[in-house]
């Protein structure tokens, strides 16, 4: 099992959190390239999981 990234890296984990969180928050509010006026659009978060397999599905 691999270790989770946080724990290998913690520079690197803070650096790949702060820029998902710049990601979101330019889709949902605009700036960087992408119009302020994507604000004015319904905002949705899906999560989608794909369906297991084997034993566990049963």
Known sequence: ???PPR?????CAESYRTD???LA???LV??????ETVAEHPCFFVTLTAPAFG???R
């Open 1 to 3: 099992m691999q270790e």
């Open 7 to 11: 724990l290998v890296c913690p520079a």
């Open 20 to 22: 998902t969180y710049q």
């Open 25 to 27: 928050k330019t889709g």
């Open 30 to 35: 605009g700036g960087k390239r992408v119009p």
């Open 55 to 57: 034993s566990r599905a």
